[in-house]
């Protein structure tokens, strides 16, 4: 049995990582427009960089850390013995740290840097800033955060195609269901055959095109969940 899973801020929220969308439609007090697009990077690159120093400062803080949904999708990756594809729109590294090792980033990662003069990407745990040098090509002022803006084209997207084809079973899991293409996934693997659930605590833009929905958070529903799908595993051999 094929299974794919997504996962969004939702499931990071435990973790002490803030979810995207604030009641006040801000992002940690910044317009999207200023700070998650190619155009806000132009105009303002010092500021773009800042708040992308600050995020990746405050997740290697060790205040944040893996928390129960995350070592529960680990855990059923060490046990599936069927197909496994997990698919994240977090740049954070906590499924990662929790033991997962392949993890597809569609919206890319924070400790990673971009040069965009010579396409290297490279590990990046410090700040950047516009007088960054590029490890790579030796180039200044060239260098960017490894995430994926508004008006950018995702990582990855024809090997998650190729998985929601083949998937008998897609599991959404803290997704708000507002950014596509990740909010379409759920129809794309429904309409190839699967059988399709969702966690989040709250409803989703996407709940009603799910076979189930489960309310809570991921740190309870996550580790339940995936008993549940071992022990059935087991039961049916
Ligand atoms: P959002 O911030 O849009 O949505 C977070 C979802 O998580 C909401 O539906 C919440 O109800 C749910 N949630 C919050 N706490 C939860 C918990 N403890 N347990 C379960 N669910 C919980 O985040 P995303 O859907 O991930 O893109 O956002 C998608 C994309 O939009 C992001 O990857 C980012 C953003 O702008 C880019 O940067 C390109």
């Known amino acids: 049995m094929n299974v794919v899973i997504l996962t969004g801020a939702g499931i990071s929220a435990e973790s002490g990582v ?8 801000l992002w940690e007090g910044h ?26 400062a405050r997740l290697l803080d060790g205040e944040v850390r893996p928390n129960d949904a995350h070592q529960a999708i680990a855990r059923l990756a060490e046990a599936w013995k069927g197909g496994l594809t997990v698919v994240t ?26 040069c965009t003069a010579c396409g290297a990407v490279a590990a990046c745990r410090g700040e950047l800033s516009r007088a960054s ?13 490894h995430v994926v803006w508004f008006g950018e084209m995702p990582f990855h997207l024809e090997e998650i195609s190729m998985a929601l084809h083949a998937a008998d ?18 129809e794309m693997a429904a309409s190839s055959g699967a059988r399709t659930l969702e966690m989040n605590l709250d409803p989703s833009a996407s709940s009603p095109v799910f076979d189930e929905s489960r309310r809570g958070r991921a740190g309870e529903l996550v580790p339940a969940w995936v008993d549940e799908l071992l022990a059935r595993a087991e039961n049916t051999g």
């Open 18 to 25: 803030p979810v995207f969308r604030g009641s006040d439609g």
């Open 31 to 56: 317009r999207v427009e200023d700070v998650a697009t190619p155009e806000g990077f132009r105009r303002d690159p010092e500021k773009v960089h800042q708040f992308y120093n600050q995020r990746r």
């Open 89 to 114: 729109q977090n740049i954070d590294d906590l499924h990662e740290r929790a033991g997962l090792d392949a993890v597809i980033h569609m919206h890319g990662e924070l400790l990673k840097s971009r």
């Open 133 to 145: 040098i590029c490890g790579s090509c030796g180039g200044i002022d060239c260098l960017r955060p």
């Open 169 to 186: 079973l897609f599991v959404s899991i803290g997704t708000s269901g507002r950014v596509y293409p990740a909010a379409g996934f759920v």
